[in-house]
């Protein structure tokens, strides 16, 4: 029977079936049987039931754009017509080179070519088509917002390239790498999507790349290059800091599905400290959003992101000594080490605080508590992973609703196995499905939930991480 299982990688490493991928359906055995969408050449399915459910939930949106019997309208970059490339040429090179200077550029036009990329598994098959979608860079619509992260950190790193930015000068390999990977991670996105059911589902399969962390590691290798010239940036956008503040956001993003999932099925009781300094899934994204949205073309100053992120106030309470402080900086628990922190900071991560700088007030209310929080949502994500609707994407163990008729569908409830019946399974569903697409009953949802649970532990046993 099919697992929510460890296969949790993208559809286009190995010849799959997108609908099969979808719904944590094993993929069959006879690779023969998976065929290509015979307009688009560009999804694969194995079965007609296993299209015509992908056509009605994600493939009729795309498909002819991708056989390019249409082209998708913004879909392509028109510098004519780009925002930032308009910006760019009104502002003048000498200008952009300013760092002061707070118009950023367009990277599209050099760096990131707009069109999707798949394998052709030997078969001569098509590797790349247009994009079956707007580019935000024209419309200013973005698919998610980590594509709008990425777009806006391409254009930081090629506003302080222009700039000569002590940032980009200091290791210029690494910054070039930050740049590839940058593009690597949203030509990811972009493949996902045109895949993915949307929602949750979409969230969780972006959320597991591992490119945010090789950029953090990109990043802690040019800050400590910094470090040791004592570098300070006096200009009043600070292009590096709110660099290191997006890419923030992303490696919060891996944390996100997990937090989402265990605040659905219900947290256990938590301390005191944490209940009052957790950030919850809500006010995360909320933040999220709003720092987006105050950099739609141009840089701002520096201090209005950290006056967003602290919650809109600079002037807080320490959360450890209870000490009036004016807030100077944001602090994180990927890329820097807040104890070093001697100045008054906002620490922005699954624990959530303002801190004097003593060291002191630092461990009295974080300590483990971020790690300890980590493992309680990665642990309830994995061990309800088996209870995850096939409609939202979210788990509920406590009201499960299996399709007495298939089998191969899980819900959380009444609403969301009616919509989901009613938009498409009643045209798939049919008793004597084949056994790797049926799902378990509860003793088997549970047995799935403990397996991958089993199997994050050992990950994180050999990488080193201590996860009891």
């Known amino acids: 029977m099919s697992q929510e299982s460890s296969k949790i990688s993208s559809p286009e490493n190995a010849k799959h079936c997108a609908n099969c991928f979808n719904n944590s359906w ?11 969408c015979g307009k688009c050449k560009f999804i694969n399915y194995c079965s007609k039931e296993c299209q015509k459910e992908h056509w009605v939930k994600v493939h009729k949106h795309h498909c002819r754009y991708l056989a390019q019997q249409r082209v998708m309208p913004h879909s392509r970059h028109d510098p004519a017509n780009c925002t930032g490339c308009k910006e760019q040429v009104e ?4 200008e952009m080179a300013n760092p002061d200077n707070p118009v950023l550029g367009c990277p599209l036009a050099i760096y990131c070519v707009p069109v999707v990329f798949k394998a052709d598994f030997g078969e001569g098959g098509k590797t790349h088509a247009p994009l079956p979608f707007s580019l935000g860079e024209m419309t200013g619509q973005f698919l998610t917002k980590a594509e709008h992260t990425v777009c806006l950190m391409m254009r930081l790193l090629g506003k302080m390239q222009m700039a000569k930015h002590s940032a980009w000068t200091i ?14 991670l949203r030509h990811f996105i972009w493949k996902t999507y045109i895949f993915s059911n949307p929602g949750h589902i979409l969230d969780i399969r972006i959320a597991k790349t591992s490119i945010p962390v090789q950029l953090s590691s990109l990043a802690t290798i040019i800050d400590k290059k ?9 200009t009043v956008c ?24 265990a605040e659905c099925v219900g947290l256990p009781r938590l301390s005191k400290v944490v209940q009052e300094r957790r950030l919850s899934s809500v006010q995360f994204n909320k933040v999220w959003s709003e720092v ?19 919650g809109g106030l600079l002037s ?8 009036d402080i004016t807030v100077a900086d944001l602090q994180y628990y990927v890329l820097s080490n807040p104890t070093e922190a001697r100045a008054p900071f906002y620490l922005f991560s699954l624990i959530s605080a303002s801190f004097c700088g003593n060291p002191k007030c630092y461990e009295k209310v974080n300590g483990e508590n971020a790690n300890k929080l980590m493992k309680i949502y990665t642990k309830i994500s994995d061990k309800s992973s088996g209870c995850r609707c096939d409609s939202c994407g979210l788990p509920n163990i406590s009201e499960v609703r299996r399709c007495s008729r298939c089998l191969t569908k899980v819900y959380c409830g009444v609403q969301c196995r009616d919509e989901d019946w009613v938009q498409v399974h009643q045209l798939v569903c049919k008793e004597g499905e084949v056994e790797r697409k049926r799902k378990g009953g509860q ?4 047995k799935v939930g403990k397996d991958q649970f089993e199997r994050t532990v050992d990950y994180m046993k050999e990488m080193g991480l201590d996860f009891d």
């Open 171 to 184: 290791h210029a390999e690494a910054s070039g790498d930050m740049y590839k990977k940058l593009n690597a």
């Open 316 to 323: 807080q309470a320490c959360a450890g000594c209870s000490k």
């Open 91 to 94: 502002t003048g090179q000498v």
């Open 238 to 261: 600070r292009p590096w800091d709110t660099f290191k503040l997006l890419l923030i956001f992303l490696v919060e993003f891996s944390m996100e599905p997990p937090r989402k999932d």
């Open 292 to 310: 987006l949205d105050t950099i739609p073309d141009k840089l701002v100053p520096y201090t209005t992101l950290v006056k967003i992120v602290s």
């Open 443 to 446: 003793r088997e949802r549970k």
């Open 26 to 36: 094993d993929q069959p055995d006879d690779q023969s049987k998976i065929q290509q």
């Open 226 to 234: 910094l470090s040791g010239v004592q570098f300070s940036d006096q």
